[in-house]
């Protein structure tokens, strides 16, 4: 059963338009949200990542929109750039397990020149 | 520093064969974990640890058998392997069990016929 779902499985965007990524979950107990961002033939890397305690969170074009009553969580890509294109995860981390993450199933990011 | 480094980087195996997938890491990590990656399943934890001597499992554990006998080392044992082992299997580190930042390896690409 995956615990952090996450949509669309692909996204194709032109250059200078917004990429958005959703997930949801449903384990309360769930208290760090990373996104991390995959190039082919490399591992994932942190991107940006945000707790509960706050709304939304910017680095630079990357914006995480945080809805703690929904259970959602998504990542806004501003000016997207065909340098961005790569697979998304987003992630969730348990207040009780370690520093176990479970991953979404991912999105696959094309940005178009 | 080289990060968490892993070997090889691609493996054929038969069905039935063993092997160890290594993975390192120079940041002096006491959180080290596995994750296998499948298309359309995101990353899956197989196995996890939180300091030397102490290790346990995730979520899909089965079939691997893992150790950790120093800080920097986790290697990853695969009894006999099986087609359904085939995958591509990330290693990662974080500083403490509460630490934020997973740190990925590259990635080792394992293929059983």
């Known amino acids: 059963q995956q615990q952090v779902k996450q949509s669309p499985q692909s996204l194709i965007v032109q250059k200078g338009g917004i990429s958005i990524i959703n997930c949801a979950y449903e384990n309360t107990a769930f208290d760090y949200f990373p996104w991390y961002q995959q190039f082919p033939g490399k591992g994932p890397a942190l991107l940006i990542a945000i707790r509960p305690d706050v709304s939304e969170k910017k680095e630079g074009r990357f914006t995480i929109s945080f809805n703690k009553s929904a259970k959602q969580f998504s990542l806004h890509i501003m000016d997207s750039q065909p340098g961005d294109s790569a697979t998304y995860f987003c992630a969730a981390r348990s207040e009780t397990g370690a520093n176990n993450l479970f991953f979404g199933t991912g999105t696959r990011l094309t940005v178009i020149p | 520093n080289a990060g968490v480094t892993q070997t090889p980087k691609f493996q054929v195996l038969k069905t039935g064969q063993s092997m160890t997938l290594q993975c390192a890491q120079d940041m002096n990590h006491e959180y080290m974990s596995w994750y296998r990656q499948d298309p359309g399943m995101g990353l899956r934890l197989i196995h996890y640890?939180?300091?030397?001597?102490?290790?346990d499992q995730g979520e899909v554990p089965n079939g691997y058998n893992v150790s950790r006998s120093t800080t920097e080392d986790f290697p990853l044992r695969l009894l006999s392997a099986a087609p359904s082992q085939t995958s591509v299997y990330f290693c990662?580190?974080?500083?403490?069990?509460?630490?934020?930042?997973?740190?990925f390896g590259p990635g080792t690409r394992l293929l059983v016929l």
């Open positions: 990662a580190s974080s500083a403490t069990s509460g630490g934020e930042t997973q740190y």
């Open positions: 640890s939180v300091g030397a001597g102490i290790t």
